[in-house]
């Protein structure tokens, strides 16, 4: 059983900062991808950022110099540094990581619960 918990959502006021955590947990060979997307009322979910296991890092356009993704392998957690926050950030954020169960495996994608953010003006 594999289970994201995120973590570190809430309400801010534009301009301001929050930092989302995301826990990967359960037994795990490998992770490839990790990454957040976002979900606003009446629209389609979206990449925000995702980050390889080579340390490679991809952006939107729309976040990109304000919001910063990294990991911590060891810990299996992937963090969203959200800094500058505009009132068109507030979105359900949902993190995803790509991971192998076994030595072998089809890697797979996997999905946290949604965190919710709210950026007031």
């Known amino acids: 059983q594999v289970q994201l918990v995120e973590s570190g959502g809430g309400l801010a006021q534009a301009g301001g900062s929050l930092r989302l955590s995301c826990v990967v947990y359960?037994?795990?060979?490998?992770?490839?991808?990790m990454g957040w997307y976002r979900q606003a009322p009446g629209k389609e979910r979206e990449l925000v950022a995702d980050t390889t296991s080579g340390g490679s890092t991809n952006y939107a356009d729309s976040v990109k110099g304000r919001f910063t993704i990294s990991t911590d392998n060891a810990k299996n957690t992937v963090y969203l540094q959200m800094n500058t926050l505009k009132p068109e950030d507030t979105a359900v954020y949902y993190c995803?990581?790509?991971?192998?169960?076994?030595?072998?495996?089809?890697?797979?994608?996997?999905w946290g619960q949604g965190t919710q953010v709210t950026v007031s003006s």
């Open positions: 995803h990581v790509d991971l192998q169960r076994w030595r072998g495996s089809v890697q797979s994608r996997y």
């Open positions: 359960g037994s795990i060979f490998s992770i490839g991808a």
